[in-house]
Each structure stands twice: as structure tokens, then as C-alpha cells.
T-cell receptor, first 113, second 112 residues
């Protein structure tokens, strides 16, 4: 069975600090997809990134970067120079091919001005 | 191009009642998935519809049922509502690649 663990339930940082959100996953499949979503207070899930299991290359998009390590089954998300607008709940998720998407419990990030 | 839309936005029901939630997928998308998100939790997969049939189902009782119409829109029905059914219900749509899902704003259901 697939499982996603986000051990950090809440994180508070001061604006402009860097912050890393951890994600550890479990799956028996060799082909799978990993995601990060952002959920602002409005409630709508916003897609941030998708990674397939064959692509371990790290990715950077502006202030966001992702570190995918199959050896440790982790897919961590770093926000550089955090801003107040980054305050939200962030979900890591896992999908095994044409299967349901399993979400973690989420990490609530609060960026303090 | 409209994204995923859901109706209603909010809904209040009492225990034992039945409810129907609606979802219109992003234009051109043919696959619709439903999720339940309880307060403080991550979304939980309910089921997925493709070509008007339920393709995948999560660990939810038969009280939860759905339907997909020829225009790809979808409904989620919940019978015999329980207090524990209070949650945000999210609809997601995709095309071909079910992993590239776009989420709607959700329907917040409160059961009293």
C-alpha cells in the first residue's frame, strides 16, 4: 500500500528565511509519481510540481526547489527567501500509475512578517 | 478557459439526509476524481470516473456513490449522512494522464 508521511505538521519562519518541508513516501511499485500541492486558506489545491520515479533530477523554479532521493524515499520541498504569501498548507502526494492519489497530512507553513 | 467548477460552495444538512454535489471538469478533460478532506487532514480519495464508469474506488462505504455524464461532468451522492461526513469535498479533473489533476475550489459540507 502506498503511504505519504509529512512529519512536520506546522512550521513558522520569519520572512526571508529559507524553509524545507519534508516528505517521505512508501510504495511497492517501481513506477510512481510524486507531487506537491499548495492549499491557501481559500481551500483550492494548487499544483506545484510532479516528478516520476525515473527522474531523480532536482528541480528549481524561482524560489522553489525540490530534492528527490529514491535511496531515502524522500521528496523534500524548499522555499528560499520565504514571503508572507507562501503561508499555506502544503501537501505531498503519491500516485502509482493510473491509481488514486494518496496525500500526506500536510504541513502548515506560517511566514511571519 | 474555465477551470474545474463545483457547486454548491457550501451546504448544511442534518444527519440521515442525502446530498448531491456537482462538478464540471476543465474543458476537454474526461476523467473526474472525488476527494474528501476532513478538517486538518489531507484529501482522501473517494473514487474516479472515466467514460461514465467508476474506474477506481478508495476506502469509502457504499453510501458514497457517483455518476459521470456524457459531457464528463460528475455528481457525488452521499446517503444517510453522518456527522463524520462533514468535510471539504474536492473534485479533480484530468485528460489522458490521470496524474496531472486540476482541482476545483471544493464544496464544504456541514452535517448537523
Amino acid at each position: 500500500a502506498q503511504k505519504v508521511t509529512q512529519a512536520q505538521t506546522e512550521i513558522s519562519v520569519v520572512e526571508k528565511e529559507d524553509v524545507t518541508l519534508d516528505c517521505v513516501y512508501e510504495t511497492r511499485d517501481t513506477t510512481y509519481y510524486l507531487f506537491w500541492y499548495k492549499q491557501p486558506p481559500s481551500g483550492e489545491l494548487v499544483f506545484l510540481i510532479r516528478r516520476n520515479s525515473f527522474d531523480e533530477q532536482n528541480e528549481i523554479s524561482g524560489r522553489y526547489s525540490w530534492n528527490f532521493q529514491k535511496s531515502t524515499s524522500s521528496f523534500n520541498f524548499t522555499i528560499t527567501a520565504s514571503q508572507v504569501v507562501d503561508s499555506a498548507v502544503y501537501f505531498c502526494a503519491l500516485s502509482e500509475g493510473y491509481q488514486k492519489v494518496t496525500f500526506g497530512i500536510g504541513t502548515k507553513l506560517q511566514v511571519i512578517p | 478557459d474555465a477551470g474545474v467548477t463545483q457547486s454548491p460552495t457550501h451546504l448544511i444538512k442534518t444527519r440521515g439526509q442525502q446530498v448531491t454535489l456537482r462538478c464540471s471538469p476543465k474543458s476537454g478533460h474526461d476523467t473526474v476524481s472525488w476527494y474528501q478532506q476532513a478538517l486538518g487532514q489531507g484529501p482522501q480519495f473517494i473514487f474516479q470516473y472515466y467514460e461514465e464508469e467508476e474506474r477506481q474506488r478508495g476506502n469509502f462505504p457504499d453510501r458514497f456513490s457517483g455518476h459521470q455524464f456524457p459531457n464528463y461532468s460528475s455528481e457525488l451522492n452521499v446517503n444517510a449522512l453522518l456527522l463524520g461526513d462533514s468535510a471539504l469535498y474536492l473534485c479533480a479533473s484530468s485528460l489522458d494522464d490521470p496524474n496531472e489533476q486540476f482541482f476545483g475550489p471544493g464544496t464544504r459540507l456541514t452535517v448537523l
